[in-house]
């Protein structure tokens, strides 16, 4: 059996796998892709906020939170999340994006105290429940887990939205078939999301709980489902190999096999997306954001005022040296001592 894993710049690369490999990361990747909508709830939570705020402060300390959680950078975007968080510890999707911090970092009991504190702040409880979910499945606490997600599919959002519905009951699929192989009310849910939402993730769900229960039929109709709706997808093609080797059929399993491959090749030649250029750089130190005068006005507050002072002695020197060294010293005094308020503040305002 093989996988044929995407990799950054849109390429693929295929090796060999087993079913039970398979089984034990799917709640990872299958949670992964069918919870789109979740991912980034708190960031773009924040990002409304600043799009209506006139506070320039908390609409550049929401940017440079941004940056960090789109860079992937898990160490950063902990520490600006408790920056955020004790600057502003009101802001519910700042206490959401806090709790994602710490999930990313492994640090789940601080995740959950808070995701408690995003929820009694008001964040939305499908997505509350959702990351729970997450949170206990990674801690191995399954029962839980299973009735967080199902709390999810519950809440408002789950509600009103049949596409984050259909999402939600994809992943409670993974848990059900995976976890305590209840594979008949996993079935149940795979057929409700596919009613909502008819897309390759559910056929490929459905597909996996049928090939788990051992319906091998059942499984290759809805693994080329998922290849019609997904034809450029060579995990698909693996996957239906494995299926059709299972049942002897081994000239196509080989054609599947081969069309996987030539859909790798073809990835591969694509030249990789070059990271979008940004403009101006972020200052190191989280507290001053990304207002590009920072560095600068940091730089002058702490030369301005000793220049002044050594302006001050060599005027000393000169007639009427006395009056003009405190004028330079004041000036200097002036003109540094709001730079330096600005940056102990965490900005520089102008």
């Keep these: 059996m093989y ?11 295929v090796h060999p796998t087993t079913w039970e490999d398979e089984a034990a990361t799917g709640i990872v990747t299958g949670a992964a892709s069918a919870a789109g909508w979740a ?3 708190g960031i773009s939570g924040l990002a409304n906020l600043a799009r209506h705020t006139q506070d320039r ?13 789109e860079a992937d950078d898990d160490d950063r975007l902990l520490e600006l999340a408790d920056y955020f968080t004790r600057r502003y510890p009101d802001i519910a ?4 994006i806090y ?10 009991d601080a995740a959950l105290q808070a995701l408690d504190r995003a929820e009694q702040l008001g964040m939305d409880d499908t997505q509350v429940h959702f990351l729970r979910a997450g949170i206990y499945g990674q801690m191995e606490v399954y029962g839980t887990a299973i009735q967080e ?20 009951l994809l992943t409670r699929v993974i848990m059900l078939s995976q976890w305590i192989n209840d594979y ?9 999301a596919i009613a909502l939402m008819p897309q390759s993730d559910g056929y490929r769900i459905r597909g996996d709980v049928y090939r788990q229960s051992g319906d091998l039929n059942q499984c290759l109709e809805d693994y080329t489902r998922a290849i019609q709706l997904s034809p450029n ?9 494995d299926v059709y080797e299972e049942l002897g059929r081994r000239e196509e399993a080989a054609a599947d096999r081969a069309e996987a491959a030539k859909i790798s090749a073809a990835a591969e030649a694509q030249p990789a997306e070059m990271p979008q250029q940004r403009t101006g750089h972020a200052p190191r130190d989280p507290r001053l954001g990304n207002n590009p005068l920072a560095t600068p006005a940091l730089i002058c507050a702490f030369i301005v005022p000793p220049l002044g002072l050594i302006l001050g002695l060599v005027a000393l020197g000169f007639e009427g040296g006395r009056s003009k060294a405190i004028a330079a010293v004041v000036i200097s005094i002036i003109w540094g001592l709001p730079l330096l308020i600005g940056v102990a503040t965490g900005y520089i305002s102008w």
């Design 233 to 241: 997808d060579p995990d698909l093609r693996e996957r239906r190999a």
């Design 57 to 69: 402060r908390f609409a550049s300390a929401i940017k440079t939170l941004e940056d960090a959680y």
């Design 99 to 108: 709790a994602e911090a710490f999930e990313r970092k492994g640090q789940f």
């Design 93 to 96: 999707p700042g206490q959401f």
């Design 149 to 168: 997600i199902t709390y999810a599919l519950d809440g408002s959002m789950a509600r009103s939205y049949p596409d984050i519905r259909a999402e939600i």
């Design 3 to 13: 996988r044929a894993t995407r990799v950054p710049g849109g390429s693929y690369y």
């Design 184 to 192: 008949a009310m996993a079935l149940r849910d795979a057929n409700e």
């Design 39 to 41: 991912i980034g709830a």
